[in-house]
Structures are given as C-alpha cells and as structure tokens.
C-alpha cells in the first residue's frame, strides 16, 4: 500500500464529477437499485449505470461495460457477486479509473477461498494504480455533495444532515446504525466512511485525510483490528495535532472479544491494554462504549473546548445536584471553588434558602430569572470553565423557554460550555430536545451522563494542549 | 422512634378509608389546591378538605379544623405554614388521628429555627402517638389505591399505572422525577413516598413496610444519609430474605458530594467506602447512577430471575456482536460456551456464513425464522442462563413483528431472560419501545447498556441465592 496518502484521489471518492454504478440494476430490494435511487436522489454529477443486462436503468443510459463509457469516470461503485469483481476491476483499470468502492461481500471474511479472491483483486488494482475502499463495506456517505452508496431503506435508516462530525467504520451495519442514531440526534456529518474489510484503502489514510477536510472538525472511529499499527498511531497523532480529536471505540477489548473479531472482519484485534496505551499517547480520544461515542461525538461537535476542568453547578433540585457533584469528582473533574464575589453576587440575587456554593441551588420554586443572575454570575467567574445546568422540569415555576434564554445569552455572551440534565418523561425529554436542537447544548437524561460529556471536553482539550503543533 | 414497625398504621398512610387536607385551596396555582385536585381525581374514600377560610372546596365541604371532622380521618396531609405545623398536629393528635404526611417546607432544612421547629413538631406527633412522613416532602402516590399526593402539574409530570416497583426518595423533586421517567418508561408501580426530612418515619420502616407489600417485588431507594444505619441495614437484609431486591442509589459518595447533601437535606452523608460495603454485605443491589437503577427497576421488575451468569447472544450484526462479547466480559458475566448439539443444531439451520459460536451471528440478511431458529436453539441450551438479543433494524431483511414473535415464543418456552439491544435513530426507538410494550423484553440502544442490565439480574440472583431465609 503506498506510504504517502494522495489526497487528489482520496478527493474523488467524496467529490467524483462522475459515478459508474456497476451492477446497477431495476430489480426492487437489490443492492443495484437501491444504489442508483441513492445516488440519482442527491449526488450533482454524471452518473452512468453498467449492467450488461440492461439498456436503461431509473431513465439513464445504461452500459454494458465500464469500458463503453463516454468518459473516464473519476469513481465507480462495484456491487456484483465477489468472483467476477476482479475482472471488472482489471476493465475499470484499462478505462484509466484511479478510485472504487467495492460493496460486493465474498472476500476475506468468507475463509480462505475468499480470501485469495481478494488478493487477485488488490494486485488487479495495485497494477492499474487504482485505489479502492472495501471490499465488504457500505461505502460512503458524504452530506456535503450528497454521493450516497448506503444502501440501506430509507424509512428506517436515517441520516444527518451536514455538519462537522465524519465516521469511519470497519462495521458496516454498525456504522449504518450510527449514522442513523447520529441523525435522530441531530449531529451534522461531513463524511461517513464504510470500509470493510480494508484491503486496500486503510483506517490510517481516512483518518488522515478527514484530519486534513476542511469540512471536518471531529472524527469518529469504530475499529476492530488494524494492519498496521505505527501509521494508524501516526495518523491520530497528526489529526490530534492539527486541533481534530478522534474519538476511537476499540472492539475486541476482552478474550472472548477478540475471538468475535476474528470470526467478524477477520481482523487480528491485538491486546487490549497496549491499543489503550498508545492510542492515548498518540492523542486519540479513546472511549469504551458505543453510547459514549456517540455522546463525544455530539459534545465535541457543538461546544467549545474548556480552559480547564473547573465546572460550575446550577440547579434547581438539590438531590440532582449532589449526583452532579458526585459524578463530577469521581470523573476526575472538578467542583469550581466560586470567588468571593461572586457568591457574593449570588447572595444578593438569589433567596435567602438558596444555596450559594457550588452547587448553585436555585431553588425548586425558580422562575427563569434566578437561572438568569446564577448563569451569568457563575460564567463570569474565572475560575469556572464549564457549566452543568440542571432543570427538575416537573417544577410547576420551571419555564422551559425562559431558561433556554438565560443559557443562550450566558453561553453567547461568555463562551464557556454548557451541557444540561434533566430527569424526566415525556415532557422532559421533549423539552431536552428543544434545548438542543435551539441551542446546541447537549441535554441528557441524568446529570451523570452530562458530567461524563464534560469529560470528553476536558480529556479533548488536555490533548490539544499538549499534542500543539505535532 | 418506634423500633418495632407498626404495619397497621403504615397501612393508613398508602390505604386510607378518609383523608384529611389541612390548608386545602380554592387557589389556582398553591399546592392546597393541587392536593385536592389530585386526591379528588382517584382515591375511592371519604375527602375532609381543612381551611378555616373556605365553606367549600372543589364541591366538598371545607371544616374549619381537624377537630370539626364528622369523623377521625385514617390520615392527614398537612400543608399549611411551617410555623402553624405543630399546632394543627396537636388537634391531629387530639381528634385521634393516627397517620399525617406533613408536605410543608421550612423545617430542618433551612437552618436553626427551622430545626427547632421540627424537634417541636416530632414532640407533639409522640406525644400523641402519631407517626407522620416528612416534612420537606411531597407525600405518597400510590398507584393501587390512588391515593396520591405529588402536586406537580400533570402536563409535565406523568405517574406511572399499578405495578410491582416500589421508589422511595429522600429527595421530592429527584423522586418526582423518576416517578415520571418510570411512567413514560412503562414501569408499573406499587408505591412511591417522598419522605423528605424523615423527622418521624425513616426510611428503614418504609424498606421493611415495602418488603412485606404483596404488590410490591422491587423497591429503589434515593438515599441522600441515614439516621440509623444499623436499622437501615437490618431492613435491606430482611428485603433480601424475602425475595425482595432493593436497588439502592446512595448520593454523596464523594467528598464534595457529601458537604452538598449537608446543604440539602441537612443528613450526614458519611463515608461511602463504609456505606459500599455494608449495604453489599446486607444484601442490597447498589446502583452508580440515576440512569442505572431505572435500568435496573425495569429489568427486575420485567425479568425472571436466572439461574447463573452465562449469556448467549444473537446478532444480525457482527460488530455489535463484539461489542456485546466485550461488555458481558469486561462486566464480569459469562459469553456461554455453548454445547456442541447446540452448534450443530445451529450449524444445520443457518446459513453456511453464520456464526455458530457465541456470539451467534444469524448475518445481515437474517428473515425472523433465522432468529427464531437460533433464540430456540440456545435457549435449550442448558449452559444458557440468559440472551442478549441484537437486532440491527436499519438491514432490509429484518421484520420487527416476526423476530418479536419469535422472542416471545422463545421466552415463554425456556423462561430465561431476554434483553435487547438495537442501535439507531427513529425507526429503531420506536421499534424498541414495541419490544418493551408487548413483550416485556428490556430494549436498549447499545449492546453495552443490555450487557449492564443483565448485571443486575445476575448480581441479584448472587444475593438472593445468599440470603435466602435470612
């Protein structure tokens, strides 16, 4: 595989002037009809569909070769049965194509047979210089131009609207199932990156790549196994350094784990403790659990990074606000010690049953303007970094949007994160939503899940303090 | 305070054949009014509003005082002024009344004079030989008898319908809260009481009282500090022996956590080290977090009981399958071996690319006969104690009713647990609930979080085995 990643090929995978679809077909439920809906749905470019059965695929011309085509197209999507995708490979390089995706299934995670299928296919490819992801994956997802190779139904898989957050997964149905999860949150994607079984194209180079996207603030990596683990090191490393957390969720942590990879992808998933030692010295941000992250992912996306670890407390239940405090310490965090003068200020503008040091309690009869004098006084004070808000919303006195307000003018006028828990039901979780979907501050279910948010935070902003400048 | 409990006058508080408002309201918007509104709407006995100010309260006769009641009420709720408390317990007391929840605020918790007060307040209820709940809480509901003294508006603060999961809360608006996240949840519910304060009844007779309720087989406690902590220990050893878990969340658990219970319920949080391990030793299931002991609640209350620690998973998707694998090892449970008539079995029924093995990985393109083959297979299995069941709902080929069926089939044969895990956005959450409202199966968005919930199935198993019969 080459050492050097050639960002000009790498660029047409997510931004071709022109698609081939081969295997493009009009059968319903087929992996070939749903990639041409997918891809005549969004994608600007030219698209040709190749099926040597067809004349006309959904209204377009289709052809009988990749050879027949009018152009050289800059990327062509390769969804036919394992065994004769070689030879379309060796077309597409005689065509001059320099970037594919394979969909098609059958290769190394087959066995052995499947195996040597996909090492024809990679020296097929290596031969023509043609630089392919997959096989064995979905593909790509890119919200920005809108190419699209998931095939999965769009009435129960979702996806996000453009945004900062890019996704690599060695899982296809996992990633798919993110990408959906992610858009239901309300995280907006650059680039989503399916690629399977990797024999070419590797974890490395995407990370890479996205590090370098403009379009892309925040990676997300799902990972069973990687084939080379110095360049995958180096490229969280030059991510982290060029100010681009990685969030990585290793699988395969425990014995039996990795015997599931092995028997999954194929991939050797390698001892655990050493993967978590050198992906934090080399600035990924490791997480343990799918939930967290997709929760790192959404923080990281829409908060700026803290100075420090410092958190203040606003709240207007005092048990909610002990968990919090609980939480927040026993994450390695800490529970900002407030000035003088602002409890002082809080003293003046809050009842005298309210209670002053951090915790701020507000008090559970609060009317959004004592939400309004605690915010401001507890952002102001610089020995606070970050604020965890949180709103008992079965409180007959709480006022949904008269807090929104308070936190949108404290957190435009000082910057600081903010994140917000708020246990609850129905109305509760549809007023977390308006939170977040007015405001971008990540709102959870419990202040445990909202102090762990801040972690990522903090644990981001150590890394880019101390990976500067690579 | 009494040692012995007294499970005739408990009786009152949750069964009442008449109750007594003191400081009902005509008032829109005060919590005399709310009380009546809501004690009016379900409970079946007699209803004496109290306020010297009214003939009338929403239709019913308003008496001027306790003691002008044609009869003496099974249970009083005092919500009148903190410094007009003593006094209406003393007319309490010499009309013969025997039970009183005391919701009004201003006691201990808000410093000396309040403190005084309530040692006055709790001289008179002795001297009578009353017992009451509270003050500094916000009652009773129980979902049963209805009787039900939580004052929020019902718009934001939904209660969950009759059930087995008993919640008892140091803190009103954090067990508001839950009651509400339970509702929405769909956890039935036997009782729930704030007991705020507990100047009088402490949490230790309502462990006790609950562990002897025929409607109650769960009981989660919000502990913030303890009065007694060797009574409090007896009644979760007692809860054990009975079969009962009690799933504990004990707040101030860190050093700062702990000087922000003091500023809240003025309780002495004390050390959690020692807490840890006492409650471990008497048998009660100790929760990390607020989202953990809902989770738990859920999956005691839905699930029986298993035998051991060896889970089988089924997976449509290999990545979450190692996730799955990683999550139940690194918990400390067990990925089943499974037997080899079981794989055979296995090997016969799926296709030649499943995996047989645990995780059992039914692929992709699995149509429900493939779960159903494979949830019957491993659930025959005798080295199978329980399943964690992934669905990966965004593929084409899965069918929510049919696998769904194919759980419940399985689940009625076999009788061993079933949780669920599916990642994803709308259709997947929605899917979810399906599963949970009629099947009763625990369904979750993350492998992990099914991994944890079967935790809390095997930890209780481990203590029930341990202290049965005391």
């Not at 698609?19 to 030219?46: D, H």
């Not at 394992?82 to 597409?92: F, G, I, L, S, T």
Request: glycine letters at 10%; aromatic letters at 6%; a positive charge.
């Amino acid at each position: 595989m080459p050492s050097k990643l050639d960002k000009g090929v790498m660029d047409l995978f997510f931004n071709p002037r022109s698609v081939a679809i081969i295997g493009a077909s009009i059968k319903k439920g087929t992996v070939g009809r749903a990639l041409m809906e997918n891809v005549k749905a969004r994608f600007k470019g030219r698209i040709y569909p190749v099926n040597i059965k067809y004349d006309e695929v959904l209204g377009l011309k289709c052809y009988k070769s990749v050879l027949d085509l009018p152009e050289t197209p800059d990327l062509v999507v390769i969804a036919v049965p394992a065994r004769v995708v070689p030879k379309v490979m060796e077309e597409c390089g005689r065509k001059g194509v320099k970037a594919a995706i394979v969909i098609s299934a059958g290769f190394k995670e087959v066995g052995e047979e499947g195996a040597r299928l996909e090492r024809e296919l990679l020296e097929v490819a290596r031969k023509w210089g043609i630089r392919f992801i997959g096989p064995n994956c979905l593909g790509i997802y890119d919200a920005w131009t809108g190419l699209d190779t998931i095939f999965n139904p769009n009435d129960r898989q979702d996806k996000p609207g453009p945004g900062n957050v890019a996704l690599i997964s060695q899982s296809g149905a996992l990633g798919a199932a993110i990408l959906d999860w992610l858009a239901e949150a309300g995280v907006g994607m650059s680039k989503f990156i399916s690629y399977g079984n990797a024999a070419d194209v590797q974890e490395w180079e995407l990370i890479e790549y996205l590090a370098e996207d403009p379009k892309t603030e925040v990676t997300m990596a799902y990972i069973e196994g990687v084939a080379d683990g110095r360049k995958f090191l180096e490229a969280l490393k030059k991510a982290a350094s060029l100010g681009k957390p990685v969030i990585v969720l290793k699988a395969g942590k425990s014995e039996k784990g990795m015997r599931a990879v092995a028997s999954h992808t194929g991939s050797l998933a390698g001892q655990y403790a050493v993967y978590e030692a050198a992906i934090k010295q080399f600035g990924g941000l490791l997480v343990n659990e799918l939930n967290e992250m997709v929760v790192a992912a959404k923080t990281l996306s829409w908060l700026p990074t803290p100075k420090g670890d410092r958190i203040a407390i606003v709240t207007n239940g005092g048990g909610a606000g002990v968990l919090a405090t609980d939480a927040i310490e026993l994450l390695g965090l800490k529970v900002a010690d407030l000035s003088e003068s602002t409890r002082k200020e809080l003293r003046e503008k809050l009842p005298p049953a309210a209670a002053v040091n951090n915790p701020v309690d507000v008090l559970g009869d609060a009317p959004p303007e004592r939400y309004d004098a605690a915010l401001d006084a507890v952002m102001r004070d610089d020995g606070v970094d970050a604020v965890l808000l949180i709103s008992i919303m079965q409180s007959p006195a709480y006022d949904p949007p008269g807090v929104l307000k308070a936190a949108k003018k404290a957190v435009s006028k000082y910057g600081k994160p903010v994140v917000m828990a708020a246990p609850g039901g129905r109305y509760t979780v549809d007023k977390l939503l308006m939170f977040e979907r007015e405001a971008r501050i990540p709102s959870f279910r419990t202040p445990e899940e909202a102090a762990k948010a801040l972690t990522y935070l903090v644990r981001w902003s150590r890394i880019r303090n101390r990976m500067k400048g690579g």
